[in-house]
């Protein structure tokens, strides 16, 4: 008669030594003060900077492409100079309107980083700084 050999299949139970335990919490509690150290440590001496940027506005506040598109939050408008067209793009900014400077300060309440993108006129050059920008942020 063969043997049975124990499952390891996910229903199946298994009892941990006492060492195994204390390793377990050990390891646990390494990484929750890790968590902790990360979360203490920002830039901008303490100053949580970015909370405006990364949120999603109010209905009466979306900026409405030309072209039809909504935008409801700074992905969106990523997502849309992805592959957005030089006619539109020049549409919303140009010498005499800039749209997305203004969504940007007026909306979200980024007056810096709509002083800094005010003069690109590209929709590629204008996504490559929003993504920096937010990737500065969430890191």
Not at 28 to 52: E, F, I, L, P, T
Not at 72 to 80: C, E, R, S, T
Not at 90 to 114: G, M, Q, S, T
Request: hydrophobic letters at 35%; one cysteine or more.
């Amino acid at each position: 008669m063969a043997s049975k050999k124990k499952s390891n299949r996910k229903g199946t139970k298994r009892k941990k030594n006492k060492s195994q335990v204390k390793e377990i919490k050990e390891t646990k509690s390494v990484k929750k003060g890790h968590k902790k150290k990360r979360k203490s440590v920002r830039k901008n001496g303490g100053r949580a900077k970015g909370n405006n940027l990364l949120k999603e506005v109010n209905p009466e506040q979306y900026f409405l492409v030309c072209d039809g598109q909504v935008l409801k939050n700074i992905f969106d408008l990523v997502d849309a100079l992805d592959c957005m067209s030089e006619d539109v793009f020049c549409y919303h900014v140009n010498d005499e309107r800039n749209d997305i400077f203004n969504w940007l300060k007026d909306v979200f309440k980024e007056e810096e980083l709509a002083e800094r993108i005010v003069g690109i006129r590209s929709p590629l050059r204008l996504e490559i700084a929003l993504l920096r920008e937010i990737i500065a942020r969430v890191a």
